[in-house]
T-cell receptor, first 108, second 113 residues
């Protein structure tokens, strides 16, 4: 059974700073990795996906993948109060397998 | 941009009753999924469905659960005899099979009393 591990937080970051969210996964053969954002009471919303080692940037978001270390991270630059949410790391094994999520709180 | 839709947004039922949760996947998608999230817990996979049959199910998806694609657009999850512990958010998702993230519907909050 593939597993995804995340620190549950909460992670508190001042507005305007960089938020760094981390995740590890159990299956070395995993190929596809995702970050979803989930606001309280809402459904998960895909914000980034990454397949290749290295960095992938999309606006204020950068996903980083290190397959040798089985490690995925998400950086959020210029953090805004609206970024306060739970961030779910996920891997794809036909279906999506989620971690428990990290609660991020941006301090105004 | 096309979206997955779900109805109802909130369903309240009594223990032992049957419920049907409905989903309309994105129209050109062929793979369909149900997930659930108990309050404060992780999003858990229930079942995946492709080509009119279940392709994978988790240990949560026992005989009380069933899925159906009754027509060309709807995808349903039935819980035959609800238990208190079935209270959760239920999310539908669909995919075109490409290696991208799977979009989720807004969810149905099921409350079993």
């Amino acid at each position: 059974q593939k597993e995804v591990e995340q620190n549950s937080g909460p992670l508190s970051v001042p507005e305007g700073a960089i938020a760094s969210l981390n995740c590890t996964y159990s299956d070395r053969g995993s190929q596809s990795f995702f970050w979803y954002r989930q606001y309280s009471g809402k459904s998960p919303e895909l914000i980034m996906f990454i397949y290749s080692n290295g960095d992938k940037e999309d606006g204020r978001f950068t996903a980083q993948l290190n397959k040798a270390s089985q490690y995925v991270s998400l950086l959020i630059r210029d953090s805004q109060p609206s970024d306060s949410a739970t961030y779910l790391c996920a891997v794809r094994d036909d279906k999506i397998i989620f971690g428990k999520g990290t609660r991020l709180h941006i301090l105004p | 941009e096309p979206e997955v839709t779900q109805t109802p947004s909130h369903q309240v039922t009594q223990m032992g009753q049957e419920v049907i949760l409905r989903c309309v996947p994105i129209s050109n998608h062929l793979y369909f999924y149900w997930y659930r999230q108990i309050l404060g817990q992780k999003v858990e996979f229930l079942v995946s469905f492709y080509n009119n049959e279940i392709s994978e199910k988790s240990e949560i998806f026992d005989d009380q659960f069933s899925v159906e694609r009754p027509d060309g657009s709807n995808f349903t999850l039935k819980i035959r005899s609800t238990k208190l512990e079935d209270s959760a958010m239920y999310f539908c998702a669909s995919s075109d099979g490409q290696e991208r993230g799977i979009p989720f519907g807004p969810g149905t909050r099921l409350t079993v009393t």
